[in-house]
């Protein structure tokens, strides 16, 4: 479909730099999002400003459209099958709809046979109160990122904090993984098979928050192959097309899948700068039936997210701790308006030495 018109269900940083991504191929681009202005919108060639449910709205993006993709989860439903219906969501709902629970996540990663840390279905604090088990984290089975929505239960003294998440919501308990280090594969893949895998991000997370991902990560090489295969089973396992994620625990020369994200993600930012091909041109170009890019690595990279609580309250735009960074690296700002505490405003990715972008990075006061 040269020069066709790609639909984005979302329009945050990713539908963003998505939608560049195809544009620079010479698509046209779609977008449907509540908010108008949103940083997909400010560049989308078409913007339809309404609710995700809203299906007047999806009918207008689908008939605006020649293929549609989504850069969150969180797609309705019946949106979903109205779309599978008109032929127009190349990626399926299989990866969608396993990534949307995480009970139905877990249960589909163990059946493939890859390794995942135990786990009991949780429906209302009674259920939690039998069934707990320490240490371990409560999580809402839907919903939730960034921290959102789980509490870690160390002993029966978390308790009664995490029987109230429980009584809101169904939840997944899962055993407590004493990592020694989170890292990210995100593989893509196209209809006909054809997949690829960019090298493994190491990921720091502060306040349950990804901070810093660094590429490639700082792990023997048989581990940053197995978690790459790993990843690629499980993209063919869901039958998935496009960009996927699959976030990961290190521990020793051991891997336990944590969880899974299909689309593009916040640990392969590097790709744009530091790769052939980055994962957003990846998705793009599978989810047009395109062949797949070069993953290859070019530089090693270190990419460092811009968040709220680091900017001038009054204008999101004051990058004055980043300065330093950009000598060596390149900004990505999303177009966001309002900066809060823990938004993702942006992002630097300094190309070359590891430990010296690491060191600027702490130097500039933005460590946490």
Known sequence: MP????????????????????????????????????????????????????????????D??????????NVDAGALA????????????????????RGREKAAIRAMGM?????????GAASLEKNAFYPSVLKTAEGGYDGKG??????????????????RSPCVLE???????????????????????????ENIHVNNILHISVAPARIPAGVAERAAGIALRIAEGLGGVGALAVEMFVVGDEICVNEIAPRPHNSGHYTIDACAASQFEQHVRAVCGLP??????????????ILGEHLDAGNPRNLAPYLPLLAKGKLHLYGKAEARPGRKMGHVTMLGDIGESLRAIGAAGIWG
């Open 150 to 167: 789980q509490v870690v239960m160390g002993s029966e003294a978390d308790l009664p904090r995490a029987m109230e998440l429980a009584a």
């Open 64 to 73: 605006a459209s020649d293929v549609i993709t989504y850069e969150f989860e």
């Open 3 to 62: 020069g066709g018109t790609i639909g984005i269900i979302g329009g945050g940083q990713l539908g963003r730099m998505m939608c560049l991504a195809a544009k620079a191929m010479g698509y046209r681009v779609a977008v449907l999002d509540p908010t108008p202005g949103c940083p997909c919108g400010q560049v989308a060639d078409i913007e339809i400003a309404a609710g995700y449910g809203d299906m007047g709205a999806v009918e207008r993006l689908a």
């Open 82 to 101: 109205y779309l599978e219906g008109r032929g127009l969501l190349p990626q399926g709902s299989g990866a969608l709809r396993a990534a949307q629970h």
């Open 115 to 123: 390794p995942v840390a135990d786990f009991a279905a949780i429906d």
């Open 292 to 305: 797949l890019g070069d993953p290859r690595l070019l530089s090693p990279a270190v990419m460092v997210n």
């Open 175 to 201: 055993k407590w993984v004493p990592f020694d280090m989170e890292i990210s594969a995100i593989v893509a893949r196209s209809a006909s098979g054809e997949a690829a895998a960019f090298p493994i991000a």
